[in-house]
């Protein structure tokens, strides 16, 4: 969590408030205390030099964002404004010079990076599908700066949904120092969430193209989880190393598949393996386990 918010613990359930408020109207507040009403006005006039397109917005904002009751105010503002303009938006009442435009909205969540994560990534925890898409993509798009807030709201974290969500974003983030980040949470105590972060794993490997040694390196932890105790779980990395599409984690599969009585793989997972093996080799979804079977005893014969 950003040390600007740490000592708010307030403005994270606000934040969680705020999303889930989104779609209704807003309860009356309750009466403002004078430092308060000073606030509120502060960031009203914030809001109306980005409201007006005034040039000395970018600049502002930023001043702004070094006081963090003010951030977090400003922060919450067009979270609200984002969700809601969205909202207007799906429902075609958007108006050309309206200030509706969930993009501008969001592009300033963007910029107010390490102000608005660690309140973005409460937002994963609402029930609304849209507002989750909506806060994750904008998480995605601040990229490194809300690695360090997601990992503390994992940290936090007991519901195994939520962290889920959370392995998600990081893996859209993507970028070698996340295998790391994802080696942490291999080990998890929740099968669901070492599932996803298996699957994860693999998914971040295209951001890294060929950078041999960071392929290498998720190959390794993949294979962990071969050898999970749940059934699950290796079938999540069977995937993860499918998602990496290339020719070792290829190998691995069909070596895994080869010896799939010797390994005692019940039949679900060795249906998860021939899925996998006929999207990656471009094999007709009508092969039967028996002549997949058959294709692998041949290559083996070849010595291939």
Same mark, same amino acid.
């Given at each position: 969590?950003?040390?600007?918010? !740490?000592?708010?613990?307030?403005?994270?359930?606000?934040?969680?408030?705020?999303? !889930? $408020?989104?779609?209704?109207?807003?309860?009356?507040?309750?009466?403002?205390?004078?430092?308060?009403?000073? &606030?509120?006005?502060?960031?009203?006039?914030?809001?109306?030099?980005? @409201?007006?397109? =005034?040039?000395?917005?970018?600049?502002?904002?930023? #001043?702004?964002?070094?006081?963090?009751?003010?951030?977090?105010?400003?922060? @919450?503002?067009?979270?609200?404004?984002?969700?809601?303009?969205?909202?207007?938006?799906? $429902?075609?009442?958007?108006?050309?010079?309206?200030?509706?435009?969930?993009?501008?909205? @969001?592009?300033?969540?963007?910029?107010? *990076?390490? $102000?608005?994560?660690?309140?973005?990534?409460? *937002?994963?925890?609402?029930?609304?599908?849209?507002?989750?898409?909506?806060?994750?993509?904008?998480?995605?798009? +601040?990229?490194?700066?809300?690695? !360090?807030?997601?990992?503390?709201?994992?940290?936090?974290?007991?519901?195994?949904?939520?962290?889920? &969500? +959370?392995?998600?974003?990081?893996?859209? +983030?993507? *970028?070698?120092?996340?295998? #790391?980040?994802?080696?942490?949470?291999?080990?998890?105590?929740?099968?669901?969430?070492?599932?996803?972060?298996?699957?994860?794993?693999?998914? +971040?490997?295209?951001?890294?193209? !060929?950078?041999? $040694?960071?392929?290498?390196?998720?190959?390794?932890?993949?294979?962990?989880?071969?050898? =999970?105790?749940?059934? /699950?779980?290796?079938? @999540?990395?069977?995937?993860?190393?499918? &998602?990496?599409? =290339?020719?070792?984690? %290829?190998?691995?599969?069909?070596?895994?598949?080869?010896?799939?009585?010797?390994?005692?793989?019940?039949? #679900?997972?060795?249906?998860? %393996?021939?899925?996998?093996?006929?999207?990656?080799?471009?094999?007709? *979804?009508?092969?039967?386990?028996?002549? /997949?079977?058959?294709?692998?005893?041949?290559?083996?014969?070849?010595?291939?």
């Amino acid at each position: 969590m950003s040390p600007r918010f !740490a000592s708010h613990p307030a403005a994270l359930a606000a934040a969680l408030a705020l999303c !889930a $408020a989104c779609s209704t109207e807003p309860e009356a507040p309750p009466p403002l205390s004078a430092s308060e009403e000073e &606030e509120k006005a502060r960031v009203e006039r914030l809001v109306a030099l980005y @409201q007006t397109g =005034d040039p000395t917005w970018p600049s502002a904002r930023d #001043e702004a964002l070094e006081d963090p009751r003010i951030a977090e105010l400003l922060v @919450q503002n067009f979270i609200r404004a984002m969700l809601r303009a969205h909202e207007r938006e799906r $429902a075609g009442a958007a108006m050309v010079g309206s200030w509706t435009d969930f993009r501008e909205h @969001q592009a300033q969540l963007v910029a107010m *990076g390490d $102000a608005a994560a660690p309140l973005l990534a409460v *937002g994963l925890r609402a029930d609304d599908k849209v507002v989750v898409a909506l806060v994750k993509d904008t998480l995605v798009q +601040i990229g490194a700066r809300a690695v !360090a807030p997601l990992q503390s709201s994992f940290a936090a974290s007991s519901d195994a949904a939520e962290r889920r &969500e +959370i392995l998600s974003v990081l893996a859209s +983030i993507g *970028g070698v120092p996340m295998i #790391e980040v994802f080696a942490r949470y291999l080990g998890d105590p929740e099968w669901q969430v070492r599932g996803e972060a298996y699957l994860s794993l693999g998914r +971040i490997a295209a951001s890294f193209g !060929a950078d041999a $040694a960071a392929r290498q390196r998720v190959r390794e932890l993949l294979v962990r989880g071969l050898k =999970d105790g749940d059934a /699950f779980v290796r079938r @999540q990395a069977v995937k993860g190393l499918a &998602e990496m599409a =290339d020719a070792e984690a %290829l190998a691995l599969l069909i070596s895994r598949y080869a010896r799939a009585q010797e390994l005692r793989l019940s039949v #679900e997972e060795r249906q998860d %393996l021939l899925q996998v093996l006929r999207r990656t080799t471009r094999m007709p *979804g009508a092969v039967r386990v028996d002549e /997949f079977e058959a294709w692998l005893a041949r290559r083996r014969g070849n010595g291939s």
